[in-house]
Every structure is written in structure tokens, then in C-alpha cells.
């Protein structure tokens, strides 16, 4: 088993009571804040800003 499956198998033990209790819906809408939260903080991040900036990883681009 590699450490992918034991990670989707220990989430589905773990909110498998949770949604049971609550409803599933919640947590698509929790899982959907979360991601636009993290995506938003993307925008943010100077590093991911500029991933394409040759300078930053001292690459030099000739031209044919």
C-alpha cells in the first residue's frame, strides 16, 4: 500500500462519522472554502508570482 491510499483511506475513516452526523454537504462546502482561500493566497505569494521569471533560477535563454 503506498502513502497515497493510506492517506485517502485514514480521511475517509476519520470523516466517514462526521458526515454521517452532519451531512455530506458541508463538507463540499468547507472543502470549497478551503480551496478558494488557498487559491486566493497564491495571488499573494511572491514566490509563485514570479515562478516564471528566467533570473530566479539563473537560467540563461538564447535565442536560435
Do not use: Q, R
Not at 492517506?7 to 452526523?21: E, Q, R
Not at 480551496?35 to 516564471?52: N, P
Request: net charge negative; with cysteine; glycine share 6%.
Amino acid at each position: 500500500m503506498n502513502s497515497t491510499t493510506a492517506m485517502a483511506l485514514i480521511g475517509l475513516v476519520v470523516t466517514n462519522p462526521y458526515a454521517d452526523a452532519v451531512g455530506v454537504s458541508i463538507w463540499c462546502l468547507a472543502a470549497g472554502i478551503t480551496l478558494t482561500v488557498v487559491m486566493a493566497y497564491g495571488f499573494f505569494v511572491s514566490s509563485l508570482l514570479h515562478i516564471e521569471d528566467a533570473s530566479l533560477w539563473k537560467i540563461e535563454i538564447k535565442e536560435l
